[in-house]
């Protein structure tokens, strides 16, 4: 990994004693944050409220509740033990983005991560494909895939490198989606997993944009266009042969020369309607 750079983008936002505190760190903080709040929303019974925070593909399209793309993830409902996770892959891998990228590069890739799955939903929503999406469990993963590809051969998890845990995490919750038949998560997090995949590997201390990293992923598929090559070229070309005669004499010619040679002869001889 890196070593820790401690001047400009790169250094902690701000000390807490002897603890560095980075964007990361912020974040992580809200989310538990929020996470309280839910569980006393809940308990006070306003699930309502909660459910309006949630992302809605109907209510962002029709019912212009333009607050969920960003809010649908810090709702989480209900709490569970496996958003302590979260906050670790967020803060652990995190704060290593943050120290190879700078802050600015680590929030607009948490920004890109947060706000595309909501952007693909309303457009499957326009298409007649209602979904609803809450909580930042396919976010957080998606910053521990950016982890991955920034140092694959970190050794974590019994000393298991990143990339492997990351695949095999994937696989894992790929199945359970679709065990459950649950495809929007399913789709969330294959798209900010890609999403993070592309993003880190074009960026590179934030020089390059990660709207623009992805829009550079999407051209490489398009359909190359096809060249058309002269035959005479395609195949090393008449000429080369000619001059090889000339210098060394026709003894001098491979055997793949001189059915080439013949080749040609033959199809001038067939063009002129010659004997």
């Not at 809200?30 to 409220?49: K, N």
């Not at 499957?124 to 590809?149: E, P, R």
Request: charged letters at 15%.
């Amino acid at each position: 990994m890196n070593a820790y750079r401690n001047t400009g983008d790169f250094a902690p936002l701000t000390w807490i004693g002897r603890h560095p505190v980075h964007v990361s760190t912020v974040l992580a903080a809200l989310h538990a944050l929020t996470m309280v709040l839910t569980a006393v929303a809940m308990a006070a019974g306003a699930e309502a409220f909660l459910q309006a925070l949630v992302f809605s593909s109907n209510g962002f399209l029709h019912g212009l509740a333009l607050w969920q793309p960003v809010t649908y993830a810090f709702v989480h409902l209900p709490p569970y033990w496996m958003f302590l996770i979260e906050l670790y892959l967020l803060v652990a891998f995190g704060t290593e983005i943050e120290r190879h990228l700078g802050h600015k590069a680590f929030f607009r890739l948490y920004l890109v991560l947060l706000l595309l799955p909501p952007v693909l939903l309303s457009a499957a929503g326009l298409l007649g494909f209602s979904s609803m999406d809450k909580g930042s469990g396919a976010l957080h993963f998606g910053i521990f895939v950016a982890f991955a590809v920034l140092y694959p051969s970190a050794e974590i998890f019994f000393s298991v490198q990143a990339r492997w845990v990351v695949i095999a995490l994937l696989v894992v919750n790929s199945l359970q989606c679709l065990a459950l038949s649950d495809f929007v998560s399913l789709g969330v997090l294959l798209v900010d997993s890609a999403a993070a995949y592309v993003i880190v590997r074009h960026m590179r201390h934030g020089d390059i944009r990660p709207v623009r990293a992805i829009a550079e992923w999407m051209a490489s598929f398009q359909k190359p266009r096809l060249r058309v090559v002269p035959r005479e070229k395609a195949n090393g070309g008449i000429d080369a042969i000619l001059e090889k005669i000339s210098r060394s004499g026709l003894g001098s010619l491979t055997p793949r020369e001189r059915a080439r040679l013949q080749r040609e002869r033959e199809e001038l001889i067939a063009k002129d309607g010659k004997f």
